[in-house]
């Protein structure tokens, strides 16, 4: 009896000096559809998106928040109306602080034919650095981020809504002991 109450004591001497640590992974995917309506052939908007109306973990979990990674940026365009030859020449989805600052490329498209792709999900290449400025916002107090959807096409007027979805994965530990 004796071997097995030292034996509880020294486990729990172990998981007191190592510490016990909760960890847990939770999806966020951050959504914005822009509506691009334009006579030029440059287009160009920016919003802030507040990633807790997307997740109430982020605020739940603040104190707790270990690490955010963009597993997946999609986009769709949702509506089009222009000729069967329009396309987007080029265009870029970039990132910055709610505060202010400068903008971090996140996605790129280029030569995509409206007309092809409408109603279709899109997978797109995610640029490291913008990732980054995701995933410090995110991390950040308030959970907001400046988006900003600029580009060209090869004919006017444009007249598109497209919406764009980030995917990620936020880890969080909380420690026990």
Do not use: R
Not at 4 to 17: E, K, N
Not at 91 to 107: I, K, R
């Amino acid at each position: 009896m004796k071997k097995i109450t030292v034996l509880a004591v020294l486990l729990m001497g172990v998981a007191l000096m190592t510490g016990c640590t909760l960890s847990k992974d939770f999806v966020v995917t951050l959504e914005k559809e822009y509506t691009v309506n334009y006579n030029s052939t440059s287009y160009s908007k920016t919003e802030i998106i507040d990633a807790t109306s997307f997740s109430d973990d982020l605020d739940k979990f603040e104190d707790d928040l270990k690490s955010v990674n963009v597993t997946k940026i999609t986009y769709t365009v949702t509506y089009f109306n222009g000729p069967a030859t329009q396309q987007i020449t080029s265009a870029v989805l970039s990132v910055a602080p709610a505060e202010g600052g400068s903008f971090t490329t996140l996605t790129t498209l280029a030569n995509v034919n409206l007309m092809s792709v409408a109603a279709k999900e899109q997978e797109v290449e995610i640029d490291e650095a913008g990732e980054e400025v995701v995933e410090d916002e995110l991390l950040g107090d308030d959970h907001k981020l400046q988006w900003k959807f600029s580009g060209t096409a090869n004919q006017a007027p444009v007249n598109f809504k497209i919406k764009f979805k980030v995917t990620c994965k936020v880890k969080y530990e909380k420690k026990l002991i």
